[in-house]
């Protein structure tokens, strides 16, 4: 296989392109003394042009009876019909059925009648392009009344083959056959060109020089083509200048020679290096295999990690993709699993999104009535890992009660009431929410907190108890102010006690909260009995863990109800400095 092509040098040295056909005359009976086995003509001579030219080439080509020349057929629709003569019905096959579906045409532009009539074979070189405008495949029949009339690579190959275009047997929608070799085609008739690369790849020979080497062959001196290679050879004929129409986007390049595309095909078919592409079913199968990974895949995880997933199954599709087109030659469709695995992905976490919106509002209305804006924070900023339906935590259990209140309130006014209980429980709340504690309830004048849920705390004991040091402390800020109002100060018992409890959403239906039960808290209320005013009174669990924070008193062992030993208890003084 080589070409001979027509450059920008050659067109510098003999003049504007087209040539006199005496070029291609002469060109024509060098190859046929160099013994090439068949010379492949990609230029068309449609119309007349110096009668005496026309008539050398024509008895160049009969001469040498291994030419193949080229035609297009006009593919547009409303092509009016032009009859072929017997001429050039014999370069054709009858059409067998189901070939309506390759590409036709009524109109051919056909080469002059006395070149036609002494060519080895004719071809077409239609060469459409895909939606895209790339052109990866050639039609290897157009079918014209009732005809199959072959592409140029197709006649030139048979040609070398010794195969007449009669006895190709052509399967619509499977392959076309000649001796042996299938040809795999689609329902269009068409085969997928599996390209070497850049034209170079071919023996590529430069018209001019192709001429001046025969002389110099004729004069005794070396030449400047070893001409004996291309002796047996399938030699193409066709243009390369830039600025000419026989350019065209394809895989390798934007502007490949269309010589170099019958140069593909042709040594495609001999070496039998054809490229398959996989049918609809398989391609359906893949894409819900791959919407079926992203849907169980993704949901699972973060959308960094599910975005680093989905780029590790696009490059593991693009490997497998590239591992059987080099080995197999079998091409998978790239855009539509790609598409797929895209929008799987936008899509599950579209809907993580809204989902997750969902569950944020859901948490924030559950948990901004019970803790502190910067614990609402890290709630928010991981959902996944909050569990709102009931689940045992160790956890450290506040009870903080207004000592004598219900005395106090019978002495005042009911707003007066209502005042200093909302001053009072102000302070207690605030100081809860400052060491990141959930207020679990109000019970009358006391208020119940926990500290370790719903986002565990390893230093819960701690916290508690600078909550209740906090709140002591403010109460003090106040102490005056209610002395001088009612008369007697304003303060708060405070026990408590750690260990494990059940937390979660706890009720009916119609209502439910979220609190904690169990053993520890039903303690924690019972030291709250046994805590004086300005007390803060913390079992023995608690005091191992926060025995190095604060200064604490061991006081008297106390018996409570449901509990058959004393329980030891301590008072906490300060916080050690």
Known sequence: MGIVFIGDEDIKTVGRFPWSRDYHATLIHILKECEVKVIGFDILFLDPGNPQDDQLLAEATKEAGNVCHCFFFELAKGAKGIPFTEDYRKFSLP????????????????????????????????????????????????????????????????????????????????????????IPIDKKG??????????????????????????????????????????????????????????????VSALYPMVGVQANIITNILQQNFLRETGKSLNFLILIFLGLLMGIAIPKLNAPRGALLMFVIIAGYFLLALGLFVSLGICLDLFSPLLVITLSYLAIIFYRFILEGREKRRIKSIFSRYTAPQLIDQLLSRPGEITLGGEKKVVSILFADIRGFTKISESIPPEKVVEILNEVLTIIVRAIFKEQGTLDKFIGDCVMA??????????????????????????????????????????????????????????????????????????????????????????????SLVKDLADCQEMEPIRVKGKKDEIRIYKVIRLKK
Request: proline share 8%; net charge positive.
């Open 190 to 251: 068409c085969m997928l060109v599996n390209f070497a690369g850049d034209i170079k790849k071919f023996p590529h020979y430069s018209f001019v020089q192709v001429l001046q080497s025969y002389l110099q062959v004729k004069e005794g001196k070396k030449p400047i083509i070893p001409l004996g290679k291309l002796k047996n050879k399938i030699i193409l004929v066709g243009i390369t200048a830039t600025g000419t129409t026989d350019l065209g986007p394809t895989p």
């Open 450 to 543: 926990v500290y370790g849920a719903p986002i565990p705390q390893t230093e819960h004991a701690q916290r508690a108890v600078r909550s209740a040091l906090e709140i002591q402390k403010k109460l003090k800020n106040i102490e005056e102010k209610w002395v001088g109002e009612i008369g007697r100060k304003l303060e708060v018992g405070i026990a408590i006690n750690s260990g494990e409890a059940i937390i979660g959403n706890i009720g009916s239906p119609e209502r439910m909260d979220y609190t904690a039960i169990g053993d520890t808290v039903n303690l924690a209320a019972r030291l709250e009995e046994f805590a004086n005013e300005g007390e803060i009174v913390i079992s023995k669990n608690t005091y």
């Open 95 to 182: 059409a067998p059925p189901g070939t309506e579906e390759f590409y036709s045409s009524p109109q051919p532009s056909l080469p002059l009648k006395a070149i036609a009539q002494e060519a080895k074979a004719l071809g077409t070189i239609n060469f459409p392009p895909d939606t895209d405008g790339i052109r990866r495949r050639v039609p290897l029949f157009i079918h014209c009344q009732d005809r199959l009339y072959p592409t140029l690579s197709l006649a030139i190959t048979a040609s070398y083959l010794g195969i007449p275009i009669q006895e190709i047997k052509v399967s619509p929608g499977k392959y076309v056959e000649l001796k042996g070799i299938r």
